[in-house]
């Protein structure tokens, strides 16, 4: 859009440098014509004079004529006019000037003459039409020469008195002009706006629509990636006998745990809109590095070996190095990297009692905090070839008693503002779920009073489940 605007000022530039430039042109033709149309009206004013001289020169008859003489008549006939007489001898020098000439040229001045280049007349006399140059300035003149003399009549009019009454007539001309070339301007402008509008809306409408077309690309790319991701993860998971569903109400527990923090002060700088929807996909590739474990540890019903155990702890290095080598061909990417740290870090604790680093408090990323729980949660709700679903309450419980050791103490409080949206994820996306005793019942109270035969089938059970975790 800017690119379209510069280039819509340098054409309306230009319209206005060429209109100026066509009034400049305007302006020096009026001038030069004013000049023309001077010289015109002061030889219409010497052409008055010229049928006299011309009258005089037939009425002689040949006799010689007293070219003085014929001067003081034309000087006395008409004392008032605008011309004046002058008379030259063969080489342009003043021998007589009129008394109303200017003082400083006296007899024997030169000035010079030139021919305007116009028709000459038919008579011998003259007048011949021309210019004279004389020490006030230019003087349109007509030259009368008689056979009988050497001297001859020059009745002139000054240019700068004729240019007078021109000017005046001529001074309203560059107003009409500079009026003129503002109203054009004026209009330049409104159809360049205009103009400029329309291509401004036809931009803004093409921008649009290739915003809304990569948009669209961008949305089809992003269903791509989460149906190639859950595919990936669902690959490696059936490989580990748990429920189809597990991925899906991982995504939905760590979604719901991440949006619960939002408006927390200890994690609203962290976790944003963007985090949370990040999240609900990274997390399904937390398990991914099981799929470099073997079978027959994966599924074995009964307790691991500690050379097993210590086999099964290697799937978050597993997953976060095959996570890294992607991260590292396609370059950079928020998604890959918190699937990274997931991936690597689900099964530390807040202690530092996890595994595999060892990780302490803060330490742990917070995306791997979170799916931390969900896993956990979802863990002991679910039926496992080692271990039996357990209730709601009971799974709430082992939460709430792990705040501090295993678990982030403020995750683990914000995990019980949404408790109940974790039992309704588990309910609506699997048939295995066993509904609670507790129905709704979510008080720390209902929590501390967990049955003493459940409490012991859960204490067993985790026993066994971290083995496997």
Known sequence: MGTQLKRLSWIFAIQVACVGLGFWVQY??????????????????????????VSASHASQGEAIDVSQLLSQIRSAAPEQPWQATLVDADWRIVDRPSNHDASLSPGTTITWQPAGLPQPDTKVGPIPGFAAFPDGLHAASVFKFSDSLEAVLIHV?????????????????????????WTCILLGICTYMLG?????????????????????????????????????????????????HL?????????????????PKFQDVVDEEFVRLIGTS???????????????????????????????????IGSECLLKIEQRLGASNFLQMAREIAHSHHEWWNGSGYPDNLIGNEIPIAARIVAIADVYDALATRRVYKPDLPHIACVGFIERGRGTQFDPGLVDAFLEVEQQFRRIAEQHSDIIRPGADGDASSTASREHVDTDLDSSLEAAMVTMKVHN
């Open 28 to 53: 020096q033709f009026l001038r030069s014509f004013s000049q023309r149309s001077a010289s015109q009206v002061a030889w219409d004013e010497i052409a008055s004079v010229s049928s006299e001289i």
């Open 158 to 182: 000054p240019l700068a008195a004729v240019n007078l009454t021109t000017a005046e007539a001529f001074m309203a001309t560059p107003m009409a002009m500079s009026l003129a070339l503002l």
């Open 197 to 245: 509008s329309r291509i401004g809306d036809a931009i803004e409408k093409s921008q649009l629509n290739a915003e809304t077309d990569t948009l669209q690309k961008a949305q089809s790319l992003l269903r791509t990636q989460d149906a190639v991701i859950f595919g990936l993860a669902n690959l490696a998971e059936s490989r580990d006998p748990e429920t189809g569903e």
């Open 248 to 264: 899906q109400r991982i995504a939905l527990y760590a979604t719901a745990l991440a949006q619960s923090l939002r408006n927390n």
């Open 283 to 317: 997390s399904a590739l937390h398990d991914i590095g099981k799929v470099g474990i073997e079978d027959a540890i994966l599924r074995k019903p009964g307790r691991l070996s500690n050379d097993e155990r210590k086999e099964i702890q290697r799937h978050p290095i």
